[in-house]
Nanobody
Framework: QVQLVESGGGLVQAGDSLKLSCAASGRSFNNSPMAWFRQAPGKEREFVAAIMWSSTDTSYTDSVKGRFTISRDNAENTVYLQMNSLKPEDTAVYYC???????????????????WGQGTQVTVSS
């Protein structure tokens, strides 16, 4: 099992930046992709970004491309999501995910991940 502890969420204004952190411990962290998902009120959980062990393969949902950057520090077992130029529509609970099973092409699917963080609230005001 992988234990995930998230931090970095908060209340910001449109155009501001936030950096989310996800500290992982336990098995599987170093042998699988990691991802960020988000869920807004009244909506299903949606994929945001994923990253491979090597950090050379990444994937982003279209709405965050050019604004968000996912990264990882394998030595520290930590995954980050740098969020720039935040918009009100980015408001959601953000979840870190681990324990991926499958091909990287399916990294967008939340049911491919077995381990989840508690979620951290990101609120972006107009």
């Amino acid at each position: 099992q992988v234990q995930l502890v998230e931090s970095g969420g908060g209340l910001v204004q449109a155009g501001d930046s936030l950096k989310l952190s996800c500290a992982a411990s336990g098995r599987s962290f170093n042998n699988s992709p990691m991802a960020w998902f988000r869920q807004a009120p009244g909506k299903e959980r949606e994929f945001v970004a994923a990253i491979m062990w090597s950090s050379t393969d990444t994937s982003y949902t279209d709405s965050v491309k050019g604004r968000f950057t996912i990264s990882r520090d394998n030595a520290e077992n930590t995954v980050y999501l740098q969020m720039n130029s935040l918009k009100p529509e980015d408001t959601a609970v953000y979840y870190c995910a681990a324990g991926f099973r499958g091909y990287f092409g399916s990294a967008y699917s939340p049911n491919r991940y077995s381990d989840w963080g508690q979620g951290t609230q990101v609120t972006v005001s107009s």
